[in-house]
């Protein structure tokens, strides 16, 4: 037997850490949803692919008694980065000195633009179960799961590997579900709120049209619009920037470029240092790329979002 | 020690690949998951429920090509080990 931190693999991390998610949510009597990762796998959605965290949707109520939950077993709440966020936090990043996973848990997921209590009563609603590490784990079913993934794919739309697995989703919708899949997979999305900001799968997998009042509950489609679009990322930087205080602008842009951990422990292990050096070229290659298209991307951003600065 | 047939702990979360075991005691989720590398995965696949320690020791042994005697003590102070972390369930009381 040996200790985990040298020996425990990040497939097995994260298998066994969606068992612990779901037995730590059964003991407490909390409402949690497993979904993406090894969840996507199984239920036939995506190829195989070794995931980097645990994802679980949480009751919205519970999310706070969740994390201090997991604390109370030594995982440690925040995300790495600070960011400027054009759209709430969606997730708690949890980390744990011995596991070479991380758990985000979600209290909702972008793109379904519902309230988020609502949404996760319909995704319960429709719960399913996979065997991950030998026992059986609560998850999002497979109609749901496909909108999750899609959304998630969309959102990341200029990624080449989100491009890639969405088109993925699409040609295995296609093949293998039925009318009847289709069907409830649209009146899925009517009422979770995501007909607009799923409409290229829904689109591209023929699902019927959702109900033309649809679009009346659409709030917070702005943002999506803003995250999803390309080079978003750098424009919502210097709009963030420019609503900072002068005093405080040459702090933020060194953030910008240099993003300081917010969970101090993490810095301390090879993976922690190398992730901060391989995100931090990300963020530079990033904004280079995105310079050009700048001054257009404002424009565009100063039209969406109504001239607010 | 009792020569009744050794029993894998319920409440545990496995995963199981070509090299290693690694199993999650899922009544004490503070403790760390334990891996079990080479021949320590190898006794973990044999313990199923029907053998016993001896039949363990003997299987064991026909694996790696050598007598019983030979892997004895290092198998029973390994089930000791598994036991003693809460890995295999208690002994049935007489």
């Known amino acids: ?309 | 020690m009792s020569h009744g047939p050794l029993v894998r702990h319920p409440e545990l979360a496995v995963v199981d690949t070509e090299d290693q075991v690694v199993l999650l005691r899922l009544e004490t989720l503070a403790a760390p998951p334990v891996v079990l590398d080479d021949s320590g995965a190898d006794i973990w696949r044999l313990i199923d429920g029907q053998r016993d320690l001896d039949e363990l020791v003997g299987d064991v042994a026909a694996c790696y090509g050598v007598g019983p005697t030979q892997v004895r003590e290092d198998v029973s102070s390994f089930v000791a080990g598994l036991r003693r972390n809460g890995l295999l369930a208690p002994e049935p009381q007489e």
């Open chain 1, 1 to 309: 037997m040996s200790a985990p931190e040298q020996a425990l693999r990040l497939r097995a991390g994260v298998e066994l850490g969606y068992a612990l998610v779901d037995r730590l949510a059964r003991d407490l009597g909390i409402r949690v949803l497993a979904m993406k990762g090894p969840v996507l796998q199984l239920q036939g959605l995506r190829g195989p692919h070794v995931s980097a965290d645990v994802d679980a949707l949480v009751d919205p109520e519970d999310l706070a008694r969740t994390v201090a939950a997991l604390e109370e077993l030594g995982w440690v709440a925040g995300g790495p980065y600070f960011w400027p966020l054009s759209m709430p936090h969606h997730s708690v990043t949890m980390h744990h000195p011995q596991w070479p996973c991380e758990i985000d848990l979600h209290h909702y997921f972008p793109g379904f633009l519902a309230p988020a209590q609502e949404v996760f009563e319909l995704l319960w609603d429709r719960r399913a179960s996979v065997v991950l590490a030998g026992r059986d784990v609560t998850c999002v079913d497979r109609i749901a799961h496909a909108a999750v993934a899609g959304l998630h794919y969309l959102r990341h739309e200029t990624d080449p590997r989100s491009v890639a697995n969405l088109h993925g989703l699409t040609d295995h919708v296609l093949g293998t579900w039925s009318a009847a899949d289709l069907a409830v997979l649209s009146e899925l999305a009517v009422a979770t709120g995501s007909s607009i900001t799923l409409a290229p799968l829904l689109t591209g997998v023929g699902a019927p049209a959702g109900a033309a009042g649809d679009a009346a509950r659409q709030v917070g489609l702005e943002g999506w619009r803003l995250r999803t679009r390309p080079h978003s990322s750098t424009v919502v930087w210097l709009i963030a920037l420019r609503r900072t205080p002068w005093r405080r602008r040459p702090l933020f842009l060194l953030h910008a470029v240099f993003p300081p951990f917010v969970t101090p422990d993490l810095r301390r292990t090879r993976r922690g240092r190398r992730a901060q050096v391989v995100d931090r070229l990300r963020r530079l290659g990033r904004a280079a790329r995105a310079l050009p298209a700048l001054p257009r991307d404002l424009r565009e951003l100063r039209r969406l979002i109504g001239g607010r600065r």
